[in-house]
Nanobody
């Protein structure tokens, strides 16, 4: 069955970096767009970035542009999110998710993603 498992979260000081990984199984990663999302305490889940089947990247949140970079490695069935210059406001649970169907383009709408991981906690604090 389709599974997405996030890893790489943790506690980091402001200005630090983390690299999150999303391990995909149960489907052919090459054929699907994958997105990264986050949900901060008391806030709605928001789309951050997406990588399409042809590895085009789309960012959805201005505050992470230039700091977060999404990438995919289809051979390793992994999608990563490199996060640099982290800020306390980046504290959240981070999720990866698979788009609804094969070759569907990237989307910033959460309802276009039907398989989700359980998330990994990122805490930015001194």
């Amino acid at each position: 069955q389709v599974q997405l498992v996030e890893s790489g979260g943790g506690l980091v000081q402001p200005g630090g970096s983390l690299r999150l990984s999303c391990a995909a199984s149960g489907f052919t990663l090459d054929d699907y767009a994958i997105g990264w999302f986050r949900q901060a305490p008391g806030k709605e889940r928001e789309a951050l970035s997406c990588t399409s089947t042809d590895d085009e990247k789309t960012d959805y949140v201005d505050s992470v542009k230039g700091r977060f970079t999404i990438s995919r490695d289809n051979a390793k069935n992994t999608v990563s999110l490199q996060m640099n210059s982290l800020r306390p406001e980046d504290t959240a649970v981070y999720y990866c998710a698979r788009i609804i169907q094969q070759y569907y383009p990237c989307s910033g709408r959460l309802t276009d993603y039907i398989y989700w991981g359980r998330g990994t906690q990122v805490t930015v604090s001194s």
